[in-house]
């Protein structure tokens, strides 16, 4: 498939190991190509569709758990799918766009509304597809529209209405479209008072999340009214383990790689939360994070 696949002359067919595209650092081997353009990212979709081969289109890679098995498809990478253009006060950049990079480029031209997202890894595709967000904010709190591929190869635009945001939750996880570009409307600020912002967010993420081990952000959503994390603190699971995997003594909503850690060790990890929790408090907590096999 590797030869076939070279012959599209769409960019580089790379043979990986995912656990060195994984935040989690783990994951076995996969097939993943490097698109060159949206045009060859539709001249992709359409072989790997005619000839029934499995994908998935990946960013960063910051919110899966890859298998320990590896991927027995193609991984479609967009990360050498960027721009960055400025019009007025509107923001248009590629979803292969890495999102911290945007809201600090932004934020020191004086642009206000993307300061919660400085730090938070993935690129904007992904970032708009679980509507990222933390602090009281996410970014369909900012996103003006966006152009996707549908099924049947066209290029469409999307207004914020359109997307069906939800906690995170957009209309791209229910659907097959692809996200290939974004616009931001944002507002002009007050340079110190964003940078200000930034700095007071920067230090919240330090104390408060595990950064020095592998970790894929927060495992669980919050449910209605309450909080992940507390109600996994209060069962003292802070530091429990299955593996390699730990849930973080610094956030209970963090599982983190502590000890070369598998997949498995994450997935039974994440099983055993779900269970006490249930079993505790009859909440089944839904978590943030999507397992790849």
């Not at 999102?99 to 480029?105: D, H």
């Not at 409307?185 to 993420?205: F, P, T």
């Amino acid at each position: 498939m590797r030869d076939n696949l070279i012959k599209l002359n769409i960019g580089e067919v790379k043979e990986i190991k995912l656990k060195d595209y994984s935040t989690y650092k783990v994951g076995g081997d996969s097939l993943m190509i490097f698109v060159n353009s949206v045009k060859s990212l539709i001249k992709l979709l359409k072989y790997l569709n005619v000839n029934s081969i499995k994908y998935k289109v990946i960013g960063n890679a910051s919110n899966l758990i890859f298998s320990d098995s590896g991927y027995d498809g193609v991984l479609i990478n967009l990360n050498n799918i960027k721009s960055f253009k400025k019009y007025s006060n509107y923001f248009t950049v590629f979803s292969g766009y890495n999102l911290s990079k945007f809201s600090m480029e932004v934020s020191n031209m004086g642009y206000t509304g993307m300061e919660f997202s400085v730090g938070i890894p993935g690129q904007i595709g992904g970032s708009i597809f679980m509507n990222a967000g933390c602090y009281g904010s996410s970014i369909s709190n900012v996103l003006y529209k966006v152009k996707v591929l549908t099924e049947d190869y066209k290029i469409k635009t999307l207004y914020n209405k359109d997307l069906k945001f939800g906690y995170r939750d957009s209309i791209f996880k229910h659907s097959n479209l692809i996200c290939l570009s974004a616009t931001f409307k944002l507002d002009v600020g007050n340079i110190n008072e964003i940078k200000s912002k930034i700095e007071e967010y920067r230090l919240k993420r330090f104390n408060s999340q595990p950064l020095e081990f592998p970790n894929a952000g927060s495992v669980f959503k919050n449910p209605e009214g309450l909080y992940a994390g507390k109600l996994i603190e209060d069962l003292g699971l802070k530091g429990k383990n299955v593996g390699g995997a730990y849930i973080s003594e610094k956030h209970a909503n963090f599982i983190v790689n502590k000890n070369n850690a598998s997949s498995k060790d994450i997935v039974n990890l994440i099983s055993m939360i779900k269970k006490e929790v249930k079993k505790k408090y009859n909440i089944e907590l839904k978590c943030e994070q999507e397992i790849v096999e």
